[in-house]
Protein backbone atom coordinates (compact mmCIF):
# COMPACT_ATOMS: atom_id res chain seq x y z
CA UNK A 1 0.00 0.00 0.00
CA UNK A 2 1.35 3.33 -1.11
CA UNK A 3 2.71 5.62 2.18
CA UNK A 4 3.06 9.65 1.36
CA UNK A 5 6.29 10.89 1.22
CA UNK A 6 6.08 12.83 4.39
CA UNK A 7 5.56 10.02 6.64
CA UNK A 8 7.52 7.69 4.22
CA UNK A 9 10.87 10.09 5.03
CA UNK A 10 9.64 10.83 8.40
CA UNK A 11 13.38 11.10 10.76
CA UNK A 12 13.95 8.08 13.19
CA UNK A 13 16.77 9.90 14.99
CA UNK A 14 18.21 12.68 15.47
CA UNK A 15 20.51 12.69 12.81
CA UNK A 16 17.96 12.72 10.47
CA UNK A 17 16.23 15.77 11.53
CA UNK A 18 16.93 19.20 10.23
CA UNK A 19 16.82 22.26 11.40
CA UNK A 20 16.11 22.63 15.53
CA UNK A 21 19.76 22.19 16.34
CA UNK A 22 18.65 23.52 19.91
CA UNK A 23 16.37 20.96 21.00
CA UNK A 24 18.67 18.28 19.66
CA UNK A 25 21.68 19.22 21.40
CA UNK A 26 19.83 19.60 24.77
CA UNK A 27 18.08 16.05 24.68
CA UNK A 28 21.07 14.28 23.45
CA UNK A 29 22.87 15.90 26.85
CA UNK A 30 19.72 15.25 28.36
CA UNK A 31 20.24 11.44 27.82
CA UNK A 32 24.25 11.50 27.61
CA UNK A 33 24.14 12.57 31.22
CA UNK A 34 20.73 10.29 32.29
CA UNK A 35 19.23 13.64 32.95
CA UNK A 36 15.90 12.89 31.64
CA UNK A 37 12.81 15.54 32.63
CA UNK A 38 9.42 13.86 33.51
CA UNK A 39 7.54 16.06 31.48
CA UNK A 40 8.67 18.25 28.25
CA UNK A 41 6.56 20.74 26.35
CA UNK A 42 6.97 20.98 22.48
CA UNK A 43 5.53 24.20 20.98
CA UNK A 44 5.90 25.34 17.38
CA UNK A 45 4.02 26.06 14.61
CA UNK A 46 2.76 22.81 12.36
CA UNK A 47 5.05 20.53 10.66
CA UNK A 48 8.45 21.65 12.18
CA UNK A 49 9.04 18.03 14.13
CA UNK A 50 7.36 18.11 17.34
CA UNK A 51 5.53 15.06 17.31
CA UNK A 52 8.57 13.52 15.37
CA UNK A 53 10.89 14.82 18.07
CA UNK A 54 8.85 12.83 20.61
CA UNK A 55 8.96 9.20 19.25
CA UNK A 56 12.47 10.00 18.33
CA UNK A 57 13.03 10.87 21.83
CA UNK A 58 10.83 7.90 23.33
CA UNK A 59 12.48 5.36 21.08
CA UNK A 60 16.24 6.95 22.61
CA UNK A 61 14.69 6.01 25.89
CA UNK A 62 13.33 2.45 25.32
CA UNK A 63 15.84 0.99 22.87
CA UNK A 64 17.32 -2.37 23.85
CA UNK A 65 20.92 -0.38 23.53
CA UNK A 66 19.51 2.26 25.92
CA UNK A 67 18.78 4.89 26.92
CA UNK A 68 20.85 6.02 23.84
CA UNK A 69 20.87 9.56 21.63
CA UNK A 70 21.35 7.19 18.62
CA UNK A 71 18.57 3.97 19.01
CA UNK A 72 19.47 0.82 17.13
CA UNK A 73 16.25 1.07 14.85
CA UNK A 74 15.93 -2.65 14.79
CA UNK A 75 15.05 -4.00 18.33
CA UNK A 76 11.34 -4.43 19.06
CA UNK A 77 10.65 -1.38 20.83
CA UNK A 78 12.58 0.92 17.86
CA UNK A 79 10.07 -1.06 15.43
CA UNK A 80 6.85 -0.46 16.78
CA UNK A 81 7.39 2.71 18.31
CA UNK A 82 8.13 3.68 14.83
CA UNK A 83 4.86 2.13 13.32
CA UNK A 84 3.10 3.83 16.11
CA UNK A 85 2.05 1.21 17.90
CA UNK A 86 4.61 0.69 21.08
CA UNK A 87 3.31 -1.43 23.82
CA UNK A 88 4.49 1.27 26.34
CA UNK A 89 4.56 4.90 23.71
CA UNK A 90 0.82 5.97 24.60
CA UNK A 91 -0.04 8.17 21.69
CA UNK A 92 -3.35 10.66 23.06
CA UNK A 93 -4.80 13.22 20.83
CA UNK A 94 -5.97 15.87 23.07
CA UNK A 95 -8.54 17.08 20.20
CA UNK A 96 -10.67 14.54 21.21
CA UNK A 97 -9.57 13.09 24.08
CA UNK A 98 -9.87 16.54 26.24
CA UNK A 99 -12.15 15.97 29.15
CA UNK A 100 -11.55 15.48 32.41
CA UNK A 101 -12.65 11.67 32.54
CA UNK A 102 -9.51 10.76 29.82
CA UNK A 103 -7.37 12.50 31.95
CA UNK A 104 -8.61 10.69 35.62
CA UNK A 105 -8.20 7.48 33.04
CA UNK A 106 -4.78 8.20 32.12
CA UNK A 107 -4.21 9.38 36.05
CA UNK A 108 -4.71 5.24 36.80
CA UNK A 109 -2.37 4.30 33.97
CA UNK A 110 0.73 6.14 35.18
CA UNK A 111 0.48 4.05 38.33
CA UNK A 112 1.13 1.25 36.46
CA UNK A 113 4.98 -0.25 35.47
CA UNK A 114 5.48 -0.12 31.93
CA UNK A 115 4.86 -3.54 30.28
CA UNK A 116 8.40 -4.33 28.78
CA UNK A 117 10.11 -1.21 27.93
CA UNK A 118 12.34 0.97 30.38
CA UNK A 119 9.71 4.14 30.19
CA UNK A 120 6.04 4.76 29.68
CA UNK A 121 5.79 7.35 27.40
CA UNK A 122 2.95 9.84 27.53
CA UNK A 123 2.69 11.77 24.06
CA UNK A 124 -0.09 14.19 24.07
CA UNK A 125 -0.75 15.98 20.93
CA UNK A 126 -2.69 19.28 20.63
CA UNK A 127 -2.40 19.61 23.96
CA UNK A 128 -3.35 22.99 24.60
CA UNK A 129 -6.64 21.37 23.98
CA UNK A 130 -7.18 20.06 26.88
CA UNK A 131 -9.91 21.32 29.02
CA UNK A 132 -8.86 23.67 32.23
CA UNK A 133 -10.83 21.44 34.84
CA UNK A 134 -8.82 17.92 33.17
CA UNK A 135 -5.53 19.88 33.46
CA UNK A 136 -6.75 20.19 36.89
CA UNK A 137 -6.92 16.76 37.38
CA UNK A 138 -3.51 15.88 35.79
CA UNK A 139 -1.30 18.95 38.10
CA UNK A 140 -0.52 16.55 40.76
CA UNK A 141 0.52 13.95 38.35
CA UNK A 142 2.53 15.84 36.27
CA UNK A 143 4.27 16.87 39.17
CA UNK A 144 5.20 13.82 40.96
CA UNK A 145 4.92 11.19 38.31
CA UNK A 146 6.37 7.71 39.07
CA UNK A 147 10.35 7.11 37.96
CA UNK A 148 9.46 5.39 35.02
CA UNK A 149 6.91 7.79 33.63
CA UNK A 150 7.47 10.48 30.77
CA UNK A 151 5.07 13.07 29.57
CA UNK A 152 5.47 14.33 26.15
CA UNK A 153 2.89 17.84 25.31
CA UNK A 154 3.12 18.96 21.83
CA UNK A 155 1.28 22.14 21.28
CA UNK A 156 1.05 25.03 18.44
CA UNK A 157 -0.68 27.36 21.01
CA UNK A 158 1.82 27.10 23.96
CA UNK A 159 0.26 30.10 25.00
CA UNK A 160 -2.77 28.28 26.27
CA UNK A 161 -1.03 25.94 28.52
CA UNK A 162 -1.92 26.89 31.74
CA UNK A 163 1.37 28.19 33.46
CA UNK A 164 0.70 25.58 36.19
CA UNK A 165 1.41 22.73 34.06
CA UNK A 166 4.09 24.63 32.05
CA UNK A 167 5.82 25.35 35.62
CA UNK A 168 6.18 21.67 35.50
CA UNK A 169 7.96 21.15 32.00
CA UNK A 170 10.68 21.77 29.95
CA UNK A 171 9.45 23.60 27.42
CA UNK A 172 11.29 23.78 23.89
CA UNK A 173 10.34 25.80 21.33
CA UNK A 174 10.34 24.53 17.60
CA UNK A 175 11.69 26.78 14.85
CA UNK A 176 10.51 27.65 11.53
CA UNK A 177 12.29 25.73 9.32
CA UNK A 178 15.29 27.31 7.35
CA UNK A 179 14.14 27.81 3.59
CA UNK A 180 17.71 26.60 1.96
CA UNK A 181 17.84 23.46 4.24
CA UNK A 182 14.02 22.58 3.67
CA UNK A 183 15.00 22.85 -0.48
CA UNK A 184 18.15 20.87 0.38
CA UNK A 185 15.92 18.33 2.17
CA UNK A 186 13.05 18.20 -1.12
CA UNK A 187 15.77 17.52 -3.56
CA UNK A 188 17.21 14.71 -1.72
CA UNK A 189 13.78 12.81 -1.71
CA UNK A 190 12.92 14.01 -4.99
CA UNK A 191 16.18 12.14 -6.42
CA UNK A 192 14.96 8.80 -4.29
CA UNK A 193 11.97 9.14 -5.54
CA UNK A 194 13.44 9.46 -9.47
CA UNK A 195 11.76 12.74 -9.67
CA UNK A 196 12.74 15.07 -12.54
CA UNK A 197 13.07 19.10 -10.82
CA UNK A 198 14.70 21.86 -10.64
CA UNK A 199 15.88 24.19 -7.95
CA UNK A 200 12.77 27.15 -9.05
CA UNK A 201 10.23 24.05 -8.39
CA UNK A 202 11.66 23.17 -5.28
CA UNK A 203 11.92 26.64 -4.44
CA UNK A 204 7.91 26.87 -5.09
CA UNK A 205 7.09 23.71 -2.93
CA UNK A 206 9.08 24.94 0.10
CA UNK A 207 7.46 28.34 -0.09
CA UNK A 208 4.01 26.83 -0.21
CA UNK A 209 4.91 24.96 3.13
CA UNK A 210 6.07 28.52 4.91
CA UNK A 211 8.68 26.64 6.90
CA UNK A 212 6.45 23.54 7.90
CA UNK A 213 8.07 20.03 6.68
CA UNK A 214 5.08 18.06 6.07
CA UNK A 215 3.08 20.74 4.58
CA UNK A 216 6.30 20.76 1.68
CA UNK A 217 6.42 17.42 1.46
CA UNK A 218 2.41 17.30 1.05
CA UNK A 219 2.48 19.76 -1.54
CA UNK A 220 4.97 17.71 -3.57
CA UNK A 221 3.61 14.55 -3.01
CA UNK A 222 0.47 16.18 -4.92
CA UNK A 223 2.34 17.81 -7.54
CA UNK A 224 3.91 14.03 -8.60
CA UNK A 225 0.46 12.97 -8.74
CA UNK A 226 -0.93 15.75 -10.70
CA UNK A 227 2.90 15.97 -13.12
CA UNK A 228 4.10 12.64 -12.79
CA UNK A 229 7.76 12.32 -12.84
CA UNK A 230 8.90 15.38 -14.08
CA UNK A 231 7.96 19.00 -12.35
CA UNK A 232 7.97 22.31 -13.61
CA UNK A 233 7.39 25.50 -12.17
CA UNK A 234 4.84 27.05 -13.88
CA UNK A 235 2.38 23.95 -13.58
CA UNK A 236 3.58 23.63 -9.61
CA UNK A 237 2.60 27.08 -9.40
CA UNK A 238 -0.86 26.97 -11.14
CA UNK A 239 -1.72 23.49 -9.29
CA UNK A 240 -0.91 25.07 -5.69
CA UNK A 241 -2.85 28.62 -6.81
CA UNK A 242 0.32 30.15 -6.28
CA UNK A 243 2.02 33.75 -8.63
CA UNK A 244 4.94 33.53 -10.37
CA UNK A 245 6.95 37.02 -10.26
CA UNK A 246 5.27 37.52 -13.77
CA UNK A 247 2.28 37.70 -12.07
CA UNK A 248 3.60 39.63 -9.38
CA UNK A 249 6.00 41.34 -11.30
CA UNK A 250 2.89 42.97 -13.41
CA UNK A 251 1.93 45.35 -10.17
CA UNK A 252 5.43 46.97 -9.83
CA UNK A 253 6.03 47.56 -13.82
CA UNK A 254 2.73 49.55 -13.08
CA UNK A 255 4.06 51.17 -10.18
CA UNK A 256 7.10 52.33 -12.24
CA UNK A 257 4.93 53.71 -14.99
CA UNK A 258 2.00 55.50 -13.35
CA UNK A 259 -0.16 53.11 -14.95
CA UNK A 260 -3.96 52.89 -12.88
CA UNK A 261 -5.61 51.52 -15.98
CA UNK A 262 -2.88 48.04 -15.31
CA UNK A 263 -3.99 47.99 -12.57
CA UNK A 264 -7.53 47.14 -13.48
CA UNK A 265 -6.64 44.78 -15.92
CA UNK A 266 -4.60 42.80 -13.18
CA UNK A 267 -8.01 42.51 -11.64
CA UNK A 268 -9.77 41.98 -14.52
CA UNK A 269 -7.58 38.68 -15.42
CA UNK A 270 -7.51 37.70 -12.12
CA UNK A 271 -11.48 37.75 -11.66
CA UNK A 272 -11.57 35.96 -15.67
CA UNK A 273 -9.46 32.78 -14.59
CA UNK A 274 -11.14 32.11 -11.64
CA UNK A 275 -7.76 33.21 -9.24
CA UNK A 276 -8.49 33.62 -5.26
CA UNK A 277 -8.38 38.21 -4.84
CA UNK A 278 -7.18 36.90 -0.79
CA UNK A 279 -4.42 34.80 -1.57
CA UNK A 280 -3.12 37.11 -4.82
CA UNK A 281 -3.70 40.33 -2.13
CA UNK A 282 -1.31 37.75 0.23
CA UNK A 283 0.93 37.01 -1.93
CA UNK A 284 1.71 40.58 -2.81
CA UNK A 285 2.57 42.18 0.44
CA UNK A 286 5.33 39.12 0.42
CA UNK A 287 6.14 40.14 -3.02
CA UNK A 288 6.15 43.75 -1.99
CA UNK A 289 8.49 42.66 1.65
CA UNK A 290 10.27 40.69 -0.43
CA UNK A 291 11.60 43.77 -2.28
CA UNK A 292 11.89 45.39 0.22
CA UNK A 293 14.36 43.26 1.84
CA UNK A 294 16.42 43.06 -0.96
CA UNK A 295 16.37 46.82 -1.70
CA UNK A 296 17.75 47.27 1.98
CA UNK A 297 20.11 44.27 1.92
CA UNK A 298 21.08 45.09 -1.61
CA UNK A 299 22.26 41.41 -2.32
CA UNK A 300 20.66 38.15 -1.95
CA UNK A 301 19.50 37.21 1.66
CA UNK A 302 18.67 34.45 3.52
CA UNK A 303 15.87 36.59 4.75
CA UNK A 304 13.82 35.76 1.18
CA UNK A 305 12.28 32.66 0.33
CA UNK A 306 13.26 32.43 -2.94
CA UNK A 307 15.46 30.63 -5.56
CA UNK A 308 18.61 32.58 -6.51
CA UNK A 309 17.46 33.10 -9.91
CA UNK A 310 13.89 34.54 -8.29
CA UNK A 311 16.43 36.98 -5.89
CA UNK A 312 18.25 37.84 -9.03
CA UNK A 313 15.31 39.38 -10.89
CA UNK A 314 13.62 40.52 -7.60
CA UNK A 315 17.50 42.74 -7.01
CA UNK A 316 16.54 43.99 -10.41
CA UNK A 317 13.12 45.38 -9.86
CA UNK A 318 13.69 46.39 -6.20
CA UNK A 319 16.47 48.82 -7.68
CA UNK A 320 14.27 50.49 -9.56
CA UNK A 321 12.68 51.79 -5.72
CA UNK A 322 13.00 53.75 -3.25
CA UNK A 323 12.69 52.44 0.45
CA UNK A 324 10.36 54.71 1.26
CA UNK A 325 8.27 53.82 -1.16
CA UNK A 326 8.30 50.28 -1.25
CA UNK A 327 7.37 50.70 3.10
CA UNK A 328 4.33 52.88 1.58
CA UNK A 329 3.66 50.01 -0.77
CA UNK A 330 3.86 47.22 2.30
CA UNK A 331 1.94 49.15 4.62
CA UNK A 332 -0.87 49.31 1.56
CA UNK A 333 -0.62 45.83 0.82
CA UNK A 334 -0.94 44.58 3.93
CA UNK A 335 -3.93 46.59 5.01
CA UNK A 336 -5.33 45.33 1.56
CA UNK A 337 -5.11 41.75 2.84
CA UNK A 338 -6.59 42.34 5.65
CA UNK A 339 -9.54 44.13 4.22
CA UNK A 340 -10.37 41.59 2.15
CA UNK A 341 -10.76 38.94 4.58
CA UNK A 342 -14.21 40.08 5.44
CA UNK A 343 -15.03 42.27 2.35
CA UNK A 344 -18.12 40.87 0.33
CA UNK A 345 -16.52 42.80 -3.05
CA UNK A 346 -13.02 41.47 -2.53
CA UNK A 347 -13.21 42.93 -6.78
CA UNK A 348 -13.83 46.59 -5.57
CA UNK A 349 -11.47 45.91 -2.64
CA UNK A 350 -8.94 44.76 -4.43
CA UNK A 351 -9.09 47.23 -7.50
CA UNK A 352 -9.25 50.18 -5.25
CA UNK A 353 -5.89 48.89 -2.71
CA UNK A 354 -3.94 48.52 -6.15
CA UNK A 355 -4.97 52.10 -7.57
CA UNK A 356 -3.90 53.54 -3.56
CA UNK A 357 -0.98 51.73 -4.39
CA UNK A 358 -0.52 54.23 -8.13
CA UNK A 359 -1.77 57.28 -6.05
CA UNK A 360 1.14 57.00 -3.29
CA UNK A 361 3.38 56.33 -5.88
CA UNK A 362 2.72 60.09 -7.33
CA UNK A 363 3.07 61.78 -3.97
CA UNK A 364 5.81 63.85 -3.67
CA UNK A 365 8.38 63.98 -0.72
CA UNK A 366 7.91 67.11 1.67
CA UNK A 367 11.97 67.37 1.58
CA UNK A 368 12.10 67.13 -2.38
CA UNK A 369 9.30 70.08 -2.26
CA UNK A 370 11.55 72.36 -0.30
CA UNK A 371 14.68 71.30 -2.00
CA UNK A 372 13.27 72.22 -4.96
CA UNK A 373 12.79 76.10 -3.40
CA UNK A 374 15.83 76.90 -4.20
CA UNK A 375 15.75 76.84 -7.64
CA UNK A 376 16.78 74.50 -10.59
CA UNK A 377 20.61 73.59 -10.30
CA UNK A 378 21.90 76.25 -8.63
CA UNK A 379 23.90 75.57 -5.12
CA UNK A 380 21.39 75.55 -1.88
CA UNK A 381 21.58 79.10 -0.49
CA UNK A 382 22.72 79.18 3.28
CA UNK A 383 20.17 78.03 6.12
CA UNK A 384 18.22 81.10 7.33
CA UNK A 385 18.05 81.26 11.56
CA UNK A 386 14.22 80.93 11.40
CA UNK A 387 11.66 78.66 12.56
CA UNK A 388 8.43 78.25 10.28
CA UNK A 389 5.38 76.68 11.30
CA UNK A 390 3.03 76.21 8.19
CA UNK A 391 0.22 76.00 8.86
CA UNK A 392 -0.75 74.63 5.21
CA UNK A 393 0.33 70.97 5.64
CA UNK A 394 2.95 68.89 3.98
CA UNK A 395 2.86 68.32 0.27
CA UNK A 396 3.56 64.70 0.39
CA UNK A 397 0.40 63.56 2.56
CA UNK A 398 -2.77 65.88 0.50
CA UNK A 399 -5.22 63.74 2.11
CA UNK A 400 -3.87 65.35 5.67
CA UNK A 401 -5.23 68.45 4.63
CA UNK A 402 -7.58 70.32 7.37
CA UNK A 403 -9.55 73.67 7.91
CA UNK A 404 -6.73 76.04 9.27
CA UNK A 405 -7.35 79.18 10.46
CA UNK A 406 -6.07 81.82 8.33
CA UNK A 407 -3.41 84.43 9.63
CA UNK A 408 -1.87 87.42 7.68
CA UNK A 409 1.39 86.24 7.08
CA UNK A 410 4.18 88.14 8.70
CA UNK A 411 6.00 91.40 6.69
CA UNK A 412 9.38 91.96 6.59
CA UNK A 413 9.17 95.46 8.32
CA UNK A 414 9.85 96.25 11.50
CA UNK A 415 7.59 95.65 13.93
CA UNK A 416 7.57 97.08 17.83
CA UNK A 417 8.52 94.64 20.49
CA UNK A 418 5.56 94.44 22.70
CA UNK A 419 5.59 92.18 25.83
CA UNK A 420 4.31 88.60 25.70
CA UNK A 421 0.67 88.15 28.32
CA UNK A 422 0.97 85.57 30.71
CA UNK A 423 0.16 82.36 28.84
CA UNK A 424 -1.26 80.64 32.01
CA UNK A 425 -3.80 83.46 32.58
CA UNK A 426 -5.02 85.47 29.72
CA UNK A 427 -7.57 84.54 27.20
CA UNK A 428 -9.96 81.19 26.93
CA UNK A 429 -8.90 78.29 27.82
CA UNK A 430 -8.89 77.41 24.36
CA UNK A 431 -5.74 80.45 24.01
CA UNK A 432 -4.24 79.67 27.40
CA UNK A 433 -4.18 75.99 26.83
CA UNK A 434 -2.49 76.78 23.22
CA UNK A 435 -0.30 79.72 24.55
CA UNK A 436 1.25 77.32 27.02
CA UNK A 437 1.77 74.46 24.90
CA UNK A 438 3.68 76.77 22.31
CA UNK A 439 5.80 78.34 25.31
CA UNK A 440 6.79 74.32 26.22
CA UNK A 441 7.98 73.20 23.06
CA UNK A 442 4.69 71.07 22.67
CA UNK A 443 3.76 72.34 19.03
CA UNK A 444 2.43 68.94 18.35
CA UNK A 445 -0.21 69.46 20.64
CA UNK A 446 -0.80 72.85 20.31
CA UNK A 447 -1.73 72.18 16.52
CA UNK A 448 -4.29 69.54 17.74
CA UNK A 449 -5.67 72.31 20.39
CA UNK A 450 -5.99 74.62 17.45
CA UNK A 451 -8.00 72.84 15.20
CA UNK A 452 -10.15 71.71 18.03
CA UNK A 453 -13.58 73.23 19.94
CA UNK A 454 -13.74 72.96 23.98
CA UNK A 455 -16.92 73.21 26.00
CA UNK A 456 -17.27 72.43 29.39
CA UNK A 457 -19.88 70.30 30.31
CA UNK A 458 -20.61 69.96 34.35
CA UNK A 459 -16.82 68.31 35.38
CA UNK A 460 -16.28 67.11 31.66
CA UNK A 461 -13.78 68.94 29.39
CA UNK A 462 -15.38 68.10 25.68
CA UNK A 463 -12.82 68.51 22.95
CA UNK A 464 -14.64 68.55 19.60
CA UNK A 465 -11.51 67.55 16.54
CA UNK A 466 -10.66 65.88 13.68
CA UNK A 467 -10.01 62.47 14.10
CA UNK A 468 -6.61 62.85 13.02
CA UNK A 469 -5.85 64.71 16.23
CA UNK A 470 -7.79 62.11 18.71
CA UNK A 471 -4.25 60.48 19.68
CA UNK A 472 -2.52 63.64 20.62
CA UNK A 473 -5.33 64.45 22.20
CA UNK A 474 -5.92 61.06 24.35
CA UNK A 475 -2.04 61.17 25.78
CA UNK A 476 -1.18 61.41 29.17
CA UNK A 477 1.04 64.00 28.27
CA UNK A 478 -1.70 65.94 27.63
CA UNK A 479 -3.82 65.42 29.99
CA UNK A 480 -1.48 66.45 32.45
CA UNK A 481 -1.42 69.83 30.82
CA UNK A 482 -4.83 70.50 30.50
CA UNK A 483 -5.03 69.23 34.73
CA UNK A 484 -2.15 72.19 34.91
CA UNK A 485 -3.66 75.02 33.13
CA UNK A 486 -7.52 74.45 33.48
CA UNK A 487 -6.48 74.72 37.54
CA UNK A 488 -9.21 72.41 38.54
CA UNK A 489 -10.34 68.23 37.98
CA UNK A 490 -11.55 67.37 34.73
CA UNK A 491 -12.53 64.32 32.67
CA UNK A 492 -11.50 64.87 29.12
CA UNK A 493 -13.42 63.46 26.75
CA UNK A 494 -13.13 63.07 22.73
CA UNK A 495 -15.75 63.67 20.09
CA UNK A 496 -14.74 63.66 16.43
CA UNK A 497 -15.94 66.06 14.47
CA UNK A 498 -15.42 69.64 12.30
CA UNK A 499 -14.41 72.31 14.69
CA UNK A 500 -14.77 75.71 14.77
CA UNK A 501 -12.32 77.46 12.66
CA UNK A 502 -11.82 80.72 14.48
CA UNK A 503 -8.29 81.45 15.48
CA UNK A 504 -6.65 81.03 18.78
CA UNK A 505 -5.97 84.34 20.97
CA UNK A 506 -2.70 83.99 21.42
CA UNK A 507 -0.15 85.37 23.39
CA UNK A 508 2.62 83.80 21.59
CA UNK A 509 1.57 85.90 18.15
CA UNK A 510 3.95 87.20 15.51
CA UNK A 511 4.33 90.31 17.36
CA UNK A 512 6.16 88.69 20.19
CA UNK A 513 9.06 88.70 17.28
CA UNK A 514 12.09 90.94 17.82
CA UNK A 515 12.65 93.97 15.83
CA UNK A 516 15.71 93.30 15.87
CA UNK A 517 18.91 92.58 12.89
CA UNK A 518 18.59 88.64 12.72
CA UNK A 519 15.10 88.81 12.56
CA UNK A 520 15.33 91.20 9.82
CA UNK A 521 17.51 89.41 8.16
CA UNK A 522 15.71 86.51 8.38
CA UNK A 523 12.22 87.68 7.43
CA UNK A 524 14.32 89.46 4.01
CA UNK A 525 16.00 86.06 3.16
CA UNK A 526 15.13 85.10 -0.28
CA UNK A 527 14.42 80.99 0.96
CA UNK A 528 12.11 82.59 3.80
CA UNK A 529 10.39 84.41 1.28
CA UNK A 530 9.72 81.93 -1.45
CA UNK A 531 8.68 79.21 1.65
CA UNK A 532 5.85 81.94 1.68
CA UNK A 533 5.09 81.86 -1.40
CA UNK A 534 4.44 78.21 -1.43
CA UNK A 535 2.55 78.24 1.72
CA UNK A 536 0.76 81.96 1.47
CA UNK A 537 -1.46 81.01 5.00
CA UNK A 538 2.30 80.64 7.38
CA UNK A 539 3.55 82.36 9.82
CA UNK A 540 7.20 83.26 11.22
CA UNK A 541 6.29 82.53 15.33
CA UNK A 542 9.80 82.82 16.03
CA UNK A 543 13.24 83.98 15.19
CA UNK A 544 16.71 82.58 16.67
CA UNK A 545 20.05 83.02 16.12
CA UNK A 546 21.71 79.36 15.59
CA UNK A 547 24.79 81.03 17.09
CA UNK A 548 23.82 81.69 19.94
CA UNK A 549 22.09 78.10 20.72
CA UNK A 550 18.60 77.58 22.52
CA UNK A 551 18.99 79.92 25.27
Known amino acids: MYQVIARKYRPQTFAELISQEHVKTTLENAIAQQRIAHGYIFAGQRGTGKTTVARILARCLNCEKGPTSTPCGVCASCLEIAGGSGLDVIEIDAASNRGINEMRE ?188 LKIEGKFSKLVAASPGEQERMLAIAAQFREEDLTRYLKLTLDLFRDLQSSLQP ?28 GGGSAPAPKAPTTMAPKAPPVATPRQASAAPQATPVRSAPAPVQAAPDPMTEGDLRSRLYNSLMENKQAHLADAVEHSQIEEVGADLVFTTLKMYQMYLKSAEFDAVVKRVHGKPARIVIKIGEASAAPVASALAPPAVKNNETSERALAHPEVQKFKELFPDSQVRAVRNLKEGDA
Request: hydrophobic share 45%.
Open 347 to 374: RLHLEMGLLRLVYASRLQPIEEALASLG
Open 106 to 293: LRENVRFRPARDRYKVFIIDEAHQITSEAFNALLKTLEEPPEWVVFLLCTTESHKIPVTIASRCQQFSFRSVDFNELVARMEEIATKEGIDTDKETLSVLAQAGEGSVRDSLSALDQAIACCGNKLEASEVRALLGMFGLENLGQVSQALLAGDSQKMLEVVADLEANGRSLQHFARELARYVRNLLV
